[in-house]
């Protein structure tokens, strides 16, 4: 096999074709034995030893560099363990810009994928109608009746029931470096933390370090996103409008399939509002706006995402979050 289509054929195997950066991202990770290596994966040390032709000793040794490295998983298989490369794009962004030893040059190449690629990967996989990575989990403090918050929807009680927890850097910022927000933001949760610590990625919190994240992320304007699903998720991210692509595509091309919105969506008490003026820059989809001759604070609710930020800062608590989606409206675990 040419060296080129290698590093294609590991592009393809993430379901990206077509790239003029993505087989150059791998390039800058692996060579050709590691990446036929991984396109031989998912696979035991004995199974891709068979398949490569190398020594169950060489397999173990790369398996441990490009699980470093953030392209090789692992998963119990008995009393063995097997190897998988990422499923997706995502992954494979995620894990590799956590890589150590990263020189600037590849965190820049990422940078132009998602500047210039992702954003019709994006288009592509809402024609599909896919569904959405991620979903906002709302500041509970602006919510106007709590009856109906779930746990997985509290990223406090999600921490109190974490059994292990760890904080790494965005990924998003460490690559886009366009503004100041906090860089080591992101918690992972359970065996995410697990393998992050193990990676060398991540370090361990205790319950009151990681809610000193939510606090001060809430205090920076970070919206909290978590994976789509029910049950207590494996992250939580903090996310900025400035360098986090699920947040960037939503705003500027209406993404739907990088995060849902939360179960909720703001009301605004005109009676109490005084224009102000000091929820206007919270809000990461910039849907609030005191029109020319009013006085007080207007919204396009359609594209409130609910993530409560706005309701923080509103003095007299004319901003509030009101439920408008059923219990439902978040997939089963």
Not at 57 to 86: D, S
Not at 185 to 203: H, M
Not at 265 to 291: F, H, N, S
Request: charged share 30%; with cysteine.
């Amino acid at each position: 096999m040419a060296e080129e289509n290698l590093y294609e054929d590991l592009s393809a195997k993430i379901n990206i074709v077509g790239s003029k950066y993505i087989p150059r991202i791998w390039r800058m990770l692996v060579n050709e034995d590691e990446a036929r290596l991984l396109l031989a994966m998912p696979g035991t040390e004995a199974e891709l030893a068979e398949r490569t032709g190398q020594s169950p000793e060489k397999v173990k040794n790369m398996a441990r560099e490009l699980f470093h490295k953030g392209v090789v998983f692992e998963k119990g298989k008995g009393e063995e363990t097997q190897y998988r490369p990422p499923r997706h794009p995502l992954q494979f962004h995620d894990g590799t810009i956590l890589w150590p030893e990263a020189p600037r040059e590849f965190l820049d190449l990422w940078q132009k994928y998602m500047d210039d690629e992702y954003p019709e990967f994006i288009k592509m996989m809402d024609a599909g109608e896919i569904r959405p990575f991620m979903r906002v989990i709302p500041v509970n403090q602006g919510i106007e009746s709590k009856n109906q918050v779930l746990p997985y929807e509290d990223a406090l009680r999600m921490i109190d029931q974490a059994e292990r927890l760890a904080v790494t850097k965005c990924t998003c910022r460490l690559t886009a470096h366009r503004c100041k927000k906090p860089l080591e933001a992101c918690l992972q949760i359970n065996r995410a933390a697990e393998y992050s610590l193990k990676r060398g990625t991540g370090r361990e919190l205790t319950k009151n370090q990681a809610r000193e994240i939510i606090r001060i992320s809430e205090e920076a304007g970070l919206v909290h996103l978590t994976e789509n699903r029910g049950g207590i998720g494996q992250v939580i991210c903090n996310c900025c409008d400035d360098c986090c692509m699920m947040l960037v595509l939503m705003k500027k091309i209406g993404a739907k399939c990088t995060a849902a919105p939360s179960r909720y969506r703001v009301r605004i008490a005109g009676g109490d509002c005084t224009g102000c003026g000091a929820c206007l820059d919270r809000c990461p989809m910039k849907i609030l706006a005191i029109p020319k001759g009013k006085e007080v604070v207007e919204a396009s609710l359609d594209k409130c995402i609910g993530c409560g930020l706005c309701t923080t800062v509103c003095p007299t608590k004319a901003l509030v979050l009101e439920e408008i989606r059923p219990s439902d409206f978040i997939p089963a675990a």
